[in-house]
């Protein structure tokens, strides 16, 4: 069993720099892309950031320039760097991620429980 588990949400004000960060544990043999999805109330699950096994980055339009994904492959860690948040950053975050459990199998798509970014003043 893999488990994804994020951290680092919270109330943050316009403007701020909260990080976010989500270990993968349990069976891992190897871990393939990684990314950050969030959902914002009465909408759609998007994807915010993605990184893959070595490093390549893809970013939506709306966070581009002001969100860095990045990961720690020692770790099974991938984290979010929020900069110069606006309310509508407003979401849960969920993280993701292809796991291999062992060698032989296919990969999972893995979900993190999500954790709630607020942006108000």
């Known amino acids: 069993q893999v488990q994804l588990v994020e951290s680092g949400g919270g109330l943050v004000q316009p403007g701020g720099s909260p990080r976010l960060s989500c270990a993968a544990s349990g069976s891992i043999f190897s871990i393939s892309a990684m990314g950050w999805y969030r959902q914002a109330p009465g909408k759609q699950r998007e994807l915010a950031a993605l990184?893959?096994?070595?490093?390549?980055?893809n970013y939506a339009d709306s966070v581009q320039g002001r969100f860095t994904i990045s990961r720690d492959n020692a770790k099974n860690t991938v984290y979010l760097q929020m900069d110069r948040l606006k309310p509508e950053d407003t979401a849960v975050y969920y993280c993701?991620?292809?796991?291999?459990?062992?060698?032989?199998?296919?990969?999972?798509?893995?979900w993190g429980q999500g954790t709630l970014v607020t942006v108000s003043s």
């Open positions: 993701n991620a292809g796991v291999r459990p062992s060698l032989g199998t296919w990969y999972l798509a893995v």
């Open positions: 990184i893959t096994s070595v490093g390549s980055t």
